[in-house]
């Protein structure tokens, strides 16, 4: 039982957290189908990790309830079989940070994503040789029902991750954090960006200030970043956003010294941001010009999306130029948006959840807008324990009622009878 509850709430626990944030998981899958050459399949990522959540939050519920056993634990072995000479492979030869297992909520290495798959491949051992032994919570039938609950609940958090942003922000760029740090400072003091281009199948690294001609043949393939913060880019902390404008200066601590407030568009890549939001960012900006707000487009380093971009929307903001890991990092959504007040985040949205008329309405010192708009995780946290557990919870009470009330009408009918005597 012990192995059962370990392997169940371990798959319920990593299909929950790819739920929360699928964006986050699909550029995981990406990053791994780039590593393999499969590139694609990337197109498919975002569905990839729809599934993969689904699957183990399936998963994890049969085998924490016990029903199904033998095709429960054949399916999981199957599944570990796979997983685990990947993370193998990934602790060895290293192609990526880290698995993302367990998302942004707790990140381990590779070795220890590995040894974390071999105790689970061992538990698939023991409840395979002792399915007999498992423990059944639910009946069949009420069983189903709950499947069918807890995937719902998921579809609904994949849905509000992928079109929105993640349900539980467990990254550091949350409002409420200052990007301002000594860790900053020195960090962007001997960090540098190349931008990698690729003509006739080769590849070459180009610094930000001898950048190759537009029409030389060289097309552009991503932004990487060379120096201090290069090997602490996996662990997200918020120290690492480096900006450099369109001459390649750096100018993070200009953007981040300013006292009032400053509007950033953030956007991974420009080359599949959505469109359709173009007439509430004009909107943003207009309201910023009025208020002489600064207004800043983030993304990575990309003369073509950006000239494409510049094309469709006849955008006038300046542009500045980040590592598309760490853009990804501060927003899911593409574009997105984010607040910032004295170096401090207020809110950040998806463009589809800003009422710009009503953000409009007055300066930001006068309204709400201007304020930090805080999420409690703790509290989202427990209610998604609590919605995924209540059904279980009912479930025990209404198997246990009746033997209560028979020994309640029991011991009354004692006291009637004894009564009737006396």
């Not at 002489?292 to 469709?312: E, G, K, M």
Request: aromatic residues 12%; hydrophobic residues 45%; charged residues 15%.
């Amino acid at each position: 039982m012990v192995c059962q509850l370990l392997l169940g709430s371990t798959f319920l626990f990593s299909g929950i957290v790819k739920a929360i944030d699928p964006v986050g998981t699909s550029i995981k899958i990406t990053e791994y189908l780039q590593y393999f050459g499969w590139t694609e399949l990337c197109g498919f990522s975002m569905g990839f990790a729809w599934a993969l959540a689904l699957m183990e939050l399936g998963l994890g519920v049969y085998v924490t309830m016990g029903n199904h056993r033998y095709a429960t634990i054949v399916c999981a072995s199957l599944f570990m079989a796979v997983m685990t000479p990947l993370t193998l492979y990934s602790a060895l030869v290293n192609p990526v940070e880290h698995c993302g297992c367990f998302g942004d909520v707790w990140v381990i290495t590779n070795w220890q994503s590995f040894w974390k798959n071999v105790f689970l491949s061992a538990c698939c051992v023991w409840i395979y040789r002792h399915r007999p032994m498992q423990a059944s919570f639910m009946s069949p039938m009420l069983h189903t029902v709950y499947v069918y609950f807890v995937l719902t609940v998921a579809l609904l958090l994949l849905f509000w991750g992928t079109w929105r942003l993640p349900f539980i922000d467990f990254r550091p760029y949350r409002p409420g954090v200052s990007l301002r740090s000594d860790d900053a400072a020195s960090a962007s003091a001997d960090v540098d960006y190349v931008v990698v281009y690729q003509k006739e199948g080769k590849q070459q690294e180009f610094s930000l200030d001898n950048l190759p001609a537009e029409d030389s043949g060289w097309e552009f393939v991503e932004t990487r970043v060379s120096g201090g913060t290069e090997n602490h880019i996996g662990h997200h902390d918020a120290s690492e956003l480096v900006l450099f404008d369109e001459e390649g200066e750096e100018v993070t601590q200009l953007v981040l010294a300013d006292s009032g407030y400053v509007m950033l568009l953030l956007s991974p890549d420009l080359s599949v941001a959505q469109e359709y939001v173009v007439d509430r960012i004009e909107g943003l900006y207009e309201y910023a010009l009025q208020h002489n707000y600064p207004f800043y487009c983030v993304t990575q380093r990309d003369s073509a999306a950006i000239a494409q971009w510049h094309y469709l929307t006849g955008s006038e903001y300046p542009y500045l130029y980040a590592d598309k890991q760490v853009i990804e990092t501060m927003i899911r959504s593409n574009p997105g948006f984010m607040l910032l007040h004295d170096g401090v985040i207020q809110w950040k949205s998806h463009l589809s959840g800003i009422d710009v008329p009503q953000l409009s309405a007055a300066p930001l010192g006068q309204s709400h807008y201007g304020e930090v708009l805080t999420v409690n995780r703790l509290s989202r946290v427990l209610l998604i324990v609590l919605i995924l557990l209540l059904p279980s919870l009912l479930h025990i009470v209404a198997s246990m009622l009746p033997r209560r009330l028979q020994r309640v009408f029991r011991v009354l009918a004692r006291r009637k009878a004894k009564n009737n005597r006396l």
